[in-house]
């Protein structure tokens, strides 16, 4: 009995096939970039699958998630209210190849990775439901949770797949496991050239890995640039996931300074999250009730009415003691591309976007006083203002336009599903870089 794994049975739709999209939950109020990425690669006409491993917890919807036309399929969750159908799904996939199925389980159990045991149960479900839809190529929009749900399922049927790595999946998964997955992968996509060094880092001597960086833009026709800072006295915004990597502690104790100057401004915080109740508590500690408020989670077009609102945008990120930090925040591109002057941090990606005194301020993460000090300067001056917004749509109009990256994405995409097995290891292989072959797709 052969212990290659066998290819699941599917008839192409077409073209290059039919794509399989995974994500972890769908559709999540802080991945538009990831409904973005769907609607264009729609428009591209690639025939296409989205596939959830759990219905989103969010309480707030985007009606931007009414433009997806693709059918939508989520997994079992919680796996023990479906066991009966689960235990069918693996038995099925056990009967296709015992022996490549057994090695596949053995080789997750020995790992002692939790997470990974419990994406082994889960995977067998997304092999069946790939093959009842003739999906011949399998994309994961995040290397952790689906990326090992992904390179699962390709262990136990071949079927080849490409993963996209961000921010939080790439820095908290396991090193030892996230290089077996990127190796395995057709393709990588990562979203800033700070990603392709880590990326670079990470899999040095780890085997040849195909990495296309590709940034994930915004719709230049939705977020118009326009009219802003409409409202009296000043306001400050942050659009965020109430969480540490946010630096809304720091923001909020820079308004407290703002305060004791004496300076007429709002803080809204748009956004909710697991630090809700600690920032609340922050805020009366600060006496600055009724100065700074949590606005909760909103939906994309009351945000868009927050941009030509705010007078300007703070984002102070950070680097969490777990590691975690963010890419580029999709929040930064959106209020660029609408004309909203920036204050952020020099983070990971975010000066690949915001460049000091040309397109926002950036300060050191974790200093409220030097956020006071911008925001106080930005909200004193309307020439400064004008200069950075007007630089700011200029650079996302060049570089973060949705619909000309997701060309590309689709382009890399269609080019590794159609490819025959040989040629796709070929392209695999570079000329001496660890992580090759490299490029930025625009």
Known sequence: MSTTSPRLSVK??????????????????????????????????????????????????????????????????????????????????????PRTYLATLARTLVSGDRDLIERFAQAACLARRLERDGVTHLHAGFVHSPGSVAWLVSLMTGLPFSLA?????????????????LSAARVVFTCTRYNVTQLEQLCAGAGPVRVRQAYHGTDLDRFQFGPYGRSKPAVVLAVARLVEKKGLDDLIRACARLKERGRAFRCHIVGDGELEASLA???????????????????????????????VLA??????????????????????????????????????????????????????????????????????????????????????????????????????????????????????????????LM
């Open 12 to 97: 192409p739709a077409g073209g290059a096939g039919r794509l399989g999209y995974l994500v972890k939950a769908f559709p999540r109020v802080s991945e538009t970039f990831i409904i973005n990425e769907i609607i264009e690669l729609e428009r591209q006409e690639l025939d296409l699958r989205v596939y959830s491993m759990i219905h989103s917890p969010d309480r707030v919807r985007h009606r931007l998630v009414d433009r997806v036309r693709s059918p939508i399929t989520y997994l079992p969750n919680p796996l023990w209210r479906s066991l009966k159908s689960v235990l069918a799904d693996h038995l099925w996939l056990f009967r296709r190849s």
């Open 165 to 181: 790595t961000h921010a939080k999946d790439l820095y908290h998964s396991p090193p030892a496991l996230l290089r077996k997955k």
């Open 281 to 311: 508590r922050l805020i009366r500690d600060l006496d600055l009730k009724g100065l700074v408020t949590l606005e909760g989670a909103l939906d994309q077009a009351d945000v868009l009415a927050w941009y030509r609102r705010a007078t």
């Open 315 to 440: 984002l102070p990120c950070v680097v969490t003691r777990n590691g975690d930090r963010d890419g580029i925040p999709n929040v930064l591109i959106e209020a660029a591309a609408c004309g909203v002057p920036i204050v952020t941090t020099s983070v990971s990606g975010i000066p690949e976007l915001v460049e000091h005194g040309v397109s926002g301020l950036l300060v050191p993460p974790g200093d409220p006083l030097a956020l006071a000090n911008a925001l106080e300067g930005l909200l004193q001056s309307v020439v400064l203002r004008e200069g950075l917004r007007v630089n700011a749509r200029a650079r996302v109009v060049e570089t973060f336009d949705v619909r000309r990256n997701a060309v590309a994405v689709g382009h890399e995409l269609r080019a590794v599903m159609t490819a025959g097995p040989r040629v796709q290891a070929a392209s695999r292989v570079g000329a001496g870089d660890p992580v090759s072959p490299v490029s930025r």
